[in-house]
């Protein structure tokens, strides 16, 4: 069990995949400067209630472990980060909070892909890259549609979530599975669903 620095946000980070983060909460800002200092490691979990500002949240216990890959600290003491996923945690008990948010995580480790994997990342593919070409007919801000995926489905299945035009309560159910499948195949429903929405409304417009 490992003592983890924690930002709270109104996203997902998935591993592997990149977040850019403004940071001007001033208790977040020592965060940054300590991550710096040091591993740079930190946690990623979504809010469930509350806000970003000012503490009082209520938050989702599995999240993500992330680095810090690129830190530019602006004139006013504000930070622009990037941060890489790395791989998803579970927090066992939170830390006292002064001077940032800290708790005692569990690293876990995700399944190998089964048997299935490869069609199923084959078929999210098709689907995103439908559901991402109908929202651009839409005019609305989305991926290009000609996006591919990693040839490895668990890779993939954490591409095609970040891409995925879903909200954060379902990106956090994409990230609980500890298999590749079950992850492809939550985001098979998902992107069958959105492209149905998105289709009818394409339809009516």
Not at 88 to 101: C, G, I, K, Q, S
Not at 139 to 163: H, I, N
């Amino acid at each position: 069990m490992t003592g983890l620095p924690m930002f709270p946000l109104q996203t997902v980070l998935f591993p592997g995949v990149g977040l850019p983060l403004h940071v001007f909460e001033p208790r977040y800002r020592v965060l940054t400067r300590h991550c710096l200092d040091g591993d740079g490691l930190f946690g990623i979990v979504l809010i469930e209630r509350g806000s970003e500002v000012g503490g009082g949240d209520t938050r989702f216990s599995l999240g993500t472990q992330a680095r810090i890959a690129e830190a530019a600290e602006l004139p006013d003491g504000r930070w622009v980060l990037v941060a890489v996923g790395l791989r998803r945690l579970r927090v066992a008990r939170w830390l006292p909070e002064d001077p940032f948010p800290r708790a005692e995580v569990v690293e876990l480790e995700d399944g190998p892909p089964g048997p299935d994997a490869v069609e199923l990342r084959d078929g999210v593919e098709r689907l995103l890259r439908r559901a991402l070409a109908i929202k651009a007919e839409l005019g609305e801000p989305a991926p290009p549609a000609t996006v591919e995926l990693d040839a490895d489905p668990a890779v993939a299945a954490y591409q095609a979530a970040a891409l995925a035009p879903i909200g954060p309560a379902d990106a956090q159910r994409l990230l609980e599975p500890d298999s590749p499948d079950d992850r492809l195949r939550l985001l098979t429903g998902m992107l069958e669903d959105e492209v149905d929405v998105l289709a009818r409304r394409a339809s009516e417009g």
